[in-house]
């Protein structure tokens, strides 16, 4: 037997110096939430670990974050109910909770990487990434609201926009308006291929943005294609997307490998707030090893194509050193 590849794994040298795939905090966006509020911290009980922050800590969660060696940040709002209307009228509006939080965190932190989330859900009033009329989500009236949110945050210094609404040709409207606007160094990081999945409910429940009648499957993917992201993605790459991301992770590692190999874009993973959540159970559980289990996780997102990983496990992985 002339190959044995045992050979190459007798010892961890060995193991390490033969290694494909590495994982540092350079490929790690930690999502945050915001509130309103001063010295606000509250957590999000399907989230072990993970909280809101009022934007004074806020920015004291993102400077012990840079000192671990993490940069990137997403972030997104907890909007009271009073606030939210049909046609998301306070995503743009001056001095919102959002719109504030950006411009202190980029003036206090202005190496920080600011992602800003586009999307109406979480200022709506009926729940929904777009506008609803008599049950039907209307596409291109939705882009008007999605560029007027993304022009307000490039102004209040957002480093890279990422839509996660759906809505067709919304990356070719807001690169359009971005670059007639002054903010052609604004990157785009697209949500290319979201599923309509049964991974977000943590999320929905840290920002209170569940649909309040009926759901997403009119503009977010079937969970059974794969091809169909090609053509999302296609239409991405020619709009303008300077990254394509995959949403969910886990139960989506061959879309993250399918997009990897066709298009030369980098891409995105988003390991959702139910992968976060099914960990965290089975680890305070006893059922697995925790640091060996979301180690593995992150790893897979990298094996598969994935550059850049927004994951609620970010920080934790830095302070723990389990990243070494």
């Given at each position: 037997?002339?190959?044995?590849?045992?050979?190459?794994?007798?010892?961890?040298?060995?193991?390490?110096?033969?290694?494909?795939?590495h994982?540092?905090?350079?490929?790690?966006?930690?999502?945050?939430?915001?509130?309103?509020?001063?010295?606000?911290?509250?957590?999000?009980?399907?989230?072990?670990?993970?909280?809101?922050?009022?934007?004074?800590?806020?920015?004291?969660?993102?400077?012990?974050?840079?000192?671990?060696?993490?940069?990137?940040?997403?972030?997104?709002?907890?909007?009271?109910?009073?606030?939210?209307?049909?046609?998301?009228?306070?995503?743009?509006?001056?001095?919102?909770?959002?719109?504030?939080?950006?411009?202190v965190?980029?003036?206090?932190?202005?190496?920080?990487?600011?992602?800003?989330?586009?999307?109406?859900?979480?200022?709506?009033?009926?729940?929904?990434?777009?506008?609803?009329?008599?049950?039907?989500?209307?596409?291109?009236?939705?882009?008007?609201?999605?560029?007027?949110?993304a022009?307000?945050?490039?102004?209040?210094?957002?480093?890279?926009?990422?839509?996660?609404?759906?809505?067709?040709?919304?990356?070719?409207?807001?690169?359009?308006?971005?670059?007639?606007?002054?903010?052609?160094?604004?990157?785009?990081?697209?949500?290319?291929?979201k599923?309509?999945?049964?991974?977000?409910?943590?999320?929905?429940?840290?920002?209170?943005?569940?649909?309040?009648?009926?759901?997403?499957?009119?503009?977010?993917?079937?969970?059974?294609?794969?091809?169909?992201?090609?053509?999302?993605?296609?239409?991405?790459?020619?709009?303008?997307?300077?990254?394509?991301m995959?949403?969910?992770?886990?139960?989506?590692?061959?879309?993250i490998?399918?997009?990897?190999?066709?298009?030369?874009?980098?891409?995105?993973?988003?390991?959702?707030?139910?992968?976060?959540?099914?960990?965290?159970?089975?680890?305070?559980?006893?059922?697995?090893?925790?640091?060996?289990?979301?180690?593995?996780?992150?790893?897979?997102?990298?094996?598969?194509?994935?550059?850049?990983?927004?994951?609620?496990?970010?920080?934790?992985?830095?302070?723990?050193?389990?990243?070494?």
């Amino acid at each position: 037997m002339l190959q044995r590849p045992r050979r190459n794994r007798k010892s961890a040298v060995i193991r390490d110096m033969i290694q494909e795939n590495h994982l540092s905090a350079a490929n790690l966006i930690f999502p945050l939430f915001i509130i309103e509020g001063q010295n606000q911290k509250t957590e999000v009980s399907s989230m072990p670990g993970i909280y809101r922050h009022s934007i004074d800590n806020l920015l004291r969660e993102i400077e012990s974050c840079m000192k671990l060696g993490l940069y990137a940040f997403d972030l997104f709002p907890n909007i009271d109910d009073s606030l939210k209307d049909k046609y998301a009228t306070v995503s743009y509006k001056k001095d919102n909770l959002y719109l504030r939080a950006i411009e202190v965190v980029k003036k206090n932190f202005p190496e920080a990487c600011i992602v800003t989330d586009v999307a109406m859900d979480p200022y709506s009033s009926d729940g929904h990434d777009g506008i609803v009329e008599n049950g039907i989500i209307l596409n291109d009236e939705t882009l008007v609201v999605l560029g007027k949110m993304a022009l307000a945050h490039a102004e209040a210094g957002a480093d890279i926009i990422a839509p996660s609404d759906m809505m067709d040709g919304r990356i070719g409207y807001i690169r359009q308006l971005l670059d007639e606007n002054g903010f052609a160094h604004v990157s785009l990081m697209s949500y290319t291929a979201k599923y309509a999945s049964a991974f977000y409910g943590p999320f929905r429940d840290a920002l209170n943005s569940a649909p309040k009648a009926g759901d997403k499957k009119t503009y977010q993917m079937n969970p059974a294609n794969s091809r169909e992201a090609l053509i999302e993605a296609h239409l991405d790459a020619q709009e303008g997307a300077d990254f394509l991301m995959v949403k969910p992770g886990l139960p989506y590692l061959d879309i993250i490998k399918l997009l990897h190999d066709n298009f030369d874009l980098p891409i995105a993973a988003y390991n959702v707030s139910g992968e976060y959540a099914m960990l965290k159970a089975a680890a305070q559980n006893g059922w697995l090893d925790e640091e060996r289990a979301i180690m593995e996780t992150l790893m897979s997102f990298r094996r598969a194509g994935a550059t850049s990983i927004l994951t609620y496990h970010a920080k934790e992985v830095l302070e723990k050193k389990w990243l070494v």
